[in-house]
């Protein structure tokens, strides 16, 4: 426990004496009293942590990881995982592959071990904030204890926000728990070691996302998934595309198809499914479960504090993040929001408003809030697809053109990756955009020029008719909109 800091006289610091088994005077506890508590060193809570500290108010954060300060983001999460994409990337057929991979995990160490410095001193070395290292579980509405045992400290505030993240979930597939060769998306951009063979039981974003990156790494890759279609929450046309250039890198997809169990060999696990009544294996030295992630709360005992949850395991909390304590705040991944970094760091907007602002920011405020797959090219979507703002009935116009299409677009030449497609549905009345799918280079910079132009009303029209710089990728915008297909 770091309780040397000589900030600590700053919180109101109580000692007091405890009675071990016997009843003699044994230990000592110490409590902390701050104005305000935040459990996880999240985005969103160490976001509000440096703004309350800023503003005057003695915060405390803990954090139960040396080796996650500053979250799952610059760790374990985006910041690791696209520079792996980025270094995947880079191998030519004749680097080697395991030394190459090496030699990236030691890359991608060095920048998370920097950032994950950079964000403990940047919240610690404030005069009113303070981080606690140790796993924090509610005593009561206004306290955790930090740590167990005669190590333990408590920590009290009259506000707590609550931004613990969220952790993977194991599907109930026999074998699959107790396999040795099964991984998390955490062991595996931590092990140096390039697996030959990686199956990746679930074909959603992050399950996408690691095929890719291992397959350019040089591991044969499946991807085992049940629904029938990959991307199938995108239109047709869209994962189609994406889902052919997955498949023209080498990545083995097999969709509709059950996994029943898995068994250790020595080396590898021997992945058993069921597809069309039939069963098939596949083998591999190492197994990714994607197939979801769940709030983090196990360890935080919310009944102790009076926290309610939801169905599915979230925080449960009101538009304004407010649990049912009201002074008692949930943000980020564990409120069972979209998981994503940025819409944490919105949950400390909207926080912050509460708690030093004017109170007026909600989460139903938000809007046209983007998402990218970072496979290569990346997929950025965001708004309604095709499908989506036909089954309501909107009356749509459907721009649409192949990237190598795109006369308006020679950076696609220049970079040589011209795969790939974008597609926008504009209200035919408004000419205002209400969705965009973008499978391109740099679409994770191009959607966001079109999100902003969605929240704030700039029309189709205007956006095409913008001056971008030359050669980019936004001058696609240039284009892409007088492409009408539908
Ligand atoms: C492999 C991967 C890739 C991703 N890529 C992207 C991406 O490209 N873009 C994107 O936007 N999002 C991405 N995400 C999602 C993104 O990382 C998360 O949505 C985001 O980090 C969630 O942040 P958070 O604020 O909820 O908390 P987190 O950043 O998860 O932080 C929670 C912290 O709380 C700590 N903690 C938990 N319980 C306790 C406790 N009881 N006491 C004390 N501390 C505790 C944890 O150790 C952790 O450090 C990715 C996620 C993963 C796993």
């Given at each position: ?402 990237v190598?299409?795109i006369v308006a677009m020679p950076r696609a ?27 391109s ?30 050669p980019s990728s936004?001058e696609a915008?240039n284009e ?7």
């Amino acid at each position: 426990m770091r309780l040397s800091s000589i900030k600590l006289t700053r919180f109101d610091l109580v000692e007091s004496m405890v009675r071990g088994k016997t009843g003699a005077m044994e230990s000592t506890i110490t409590t902390l009293n701050a104005d305000v508590l935040v459990v996880g060193f999240g985005k969103g809570g160490k976001t509000a942590a440096h703004a309350l500290s800023d503003a005057g108010r003695r915060v405390i954060l803990v954090e139960q990881s040396e080796n996650m300060y500053g979250g799952t983001c610059p760790n374990v999460g985006c910041v690791p995982t696209k520079m792996l994409v980025h270094y995947s990337n880079e191998r030519r057929s004749e680097d080697d592959a395991q030394e190459f991979f090496a030699n990236s995990v030691e890359g991608v160490r060095a920048l998370t071990s920097a950032f994950r410095a950079g964000n403990f001193d940047a919240l610690d070395g404030k005069d009113t904030a303070t981080v606690l290292t140790g796993t924090a579980r509610f005593i009561d509405e206004h306290t955790v204890a930090v740590g167990d045992g005669d190590d333990r400290i408590l920590v009290t505030a009259p506000t707590i926000l609550i931004n613990t993240g969220s952790e993977p979930l194991i599907p109930e597939i026999p074998g699959l728990a107790d396999s040795i060769h099964r991984v998390s998306s955490t062991d595996l951009i931590k092990n140096d070691r390039l697996p030959d063979r990686l199956v990746i039981v679930g074909g959603g974003y992050l399950g996408l996302e690691f095929a890719d990156i291992y397959q350019h790494f040089g591991s044969a890759v499946t991807v085992v998934e049940s629904a029938d279609h990959l991307l199938g929450h995108e239109d047709d046309d869209i994962a189609r595309a994406a889902t052919d250039i997955l498949a023209g890198d080498g990545i083995t997809l097999i969709t509709g198809a059950r996994v029943v169990h898995v068994r250790d060999e020595d080396t590898t696990s021997i992945v058993v499914y069921e597809q069309d009544g039939q069963t098939f294996s596949v083998e591999a030295e190492a197994v990714l479960a994607a197939t979801g992630r769940r709030p983090a709360i196990a360890n935080l005992d919310l009944a102790a504090a009076g926290v309610r949850t939801t169905a599915s395991g979230a925080i449960e909390t009101d538009d304004q993040l407010r649990t049912s304590q009201k002074h008692i705040f949930a943000l980020g991944d564990v409120n069972g929001g979209p998981q994503f970094t940025y819409v944490s760091l919105d949950d400390a907007r909207i926080v912050l408003d509460q708690l030093l602002g004017e109170g007026k920011r909600g989460r139903s405020d938000r809007m046209a809030v983007p998402h990218t797959l970072f496979m290569t090219p990346p997929l950025a979507t965001a708004g309604l697809t095709e499908k989506d703002a036909r089954a309501q009935g909107l009356n749509i116009r459907v721009s649409r053109e192949n990237v190598a299409d795109i006369v308006a677009m020679p950076r696609a030449y220049t970079v040589e990756e011209t795969r790939g497609v974008m597609k926008f549905i504009v209200d035919a009345h408004t000419d205002r955009i209400l969705g965009a799918a973008i499978l391109s280079i740099d679409a994770q910079e191009i959607i966001n020029t079109v999100t902003l132009a969605m929240r704030y009303g700039i029309t189709a029209t205007q956006l095409r008719d913008s001056i971008f710089t030359h050669p980019s990728s936004t001058e696609a915008l240039n284009e892409v909109f007088d492409k009408v297909v539908g």
